[in-house]
T-cell receptor, first 112, second 115 residues
Framework: DAKTTQPTSMDCAEGRAANLPCNHSTISGNEYVYWYRQIHSQGPQYIIHGLKNNETNEMASLIITEDRKSSTLILPHATLRDTAVYYCIVRGYTGTASKLTFGTGTRLQVTL | GAVVSQHPSWVICKSGTSVKIECRSLDFQATTMFWYRQFPKQSLMLMATSNEGSKATYEQGVEKDKFLINHASLTLSTLTVTSAHPEDSSFYIC???????????FGPGTRLTVT
């Protein structure tokens, strides 16, 4: 069962920052927060992950609250190609907890 | 990131026939591979997890005799849908991981249509 809650859909103007929230209030101390996205009819693409510190890579930034009960994925300058379904996933590293379980995600629509 | 390929990208088969889908990790050794299924407008559902050289572990509700998974090498896993029926029509996606502490990468998916 998915352990995260995300808004169903969001819109963002091209060139603006897209901020995608995720609630994971039952996250355990050794579980990571992962973000993937899925462009229509393709396999999911890894974006970023973190444990408790904020993370940044060439694609996005991940902001995790101090209590780790929620996080925000930030796409700093959204483009039309960022239109996709974004999945926030909590994952452990051993046994069944290490499986990636997908929820319903947030459908991000980037518009001109 | 690492590359995972799937073949074929799409397949149409007649009801009652079997279809094999291949999943390969191209630039890393995948100790664990995963198979997901996705119906239109739905999220990905994990079907099974396989470790190289071991039998696959199937999720609850997934028929192991219908969805045969083989993970004979560190770079190849296959999913065979046996005696396919129209309700098996779906988007099948494989995923591979080098180890428990490594990232999980996904293939591009295979769209199966059973007529």
């Amino acid at each position: 069962d998915a352990k995260t809650t995300q808004p169903t859909s969001m819109d963002c103007a091209e060139g603006r920052a897209a901020n995608l929230p995720c609630n994971h209030s039952t996250i355990s101390g050794n579980e990571y927060v992962y973000w993937y996205r899925q462009i229509h009819s393709q396999g999911p693409q890894y974006i970023i992950h973190g444990l408790k510190n904020n993370e940044t890579n060439e694609m996005a930034s991940l902001i995790i609250t101090e209590d780790r009960k929620s996080s925000t994925l930030i796409l700093p300058h959204a483009t039309l190609r960022d239109t996709a379904v974004y999945y926030c996933i909590v994952r452990g590293y051993t046994g069944t907890a290490s499986k990636l379980t997908f929820g319903t995600g947030t459908r991000l629509q980037v518009t001109l | 990131g690492a590359v995972v390929s799937q073949h074929p990208s799409w397949v149409i088969c007649k009801s009652g026939t079997s279809v094999k889908i291949e999943c390969r990790s191209l630039d890393f050794q995948a100790t664990t591979m995963f198979w997901y299924r996705q119906f239109p407008k739905q999220s990905l559902m994990l079907m099974a997890t396989s470790n190289e050289g071991s039998k696959a572990t199937y999720e609850q509700g997934v028929e192991k005799d219908k969805f045969l998974i083989n993970h004979a090498s560190l770079t190849l896993s296959t999913l065979t849908v046996t005696s396919a029926h129209p309700e098996d029509s779906s988007f099948y996606i494989c995923s591979a991981r080098a180890g428990g502490y490594n990232e999980q990468y996904f293939g591009p998916g295979t769209r199966l249509t059973v007529t």
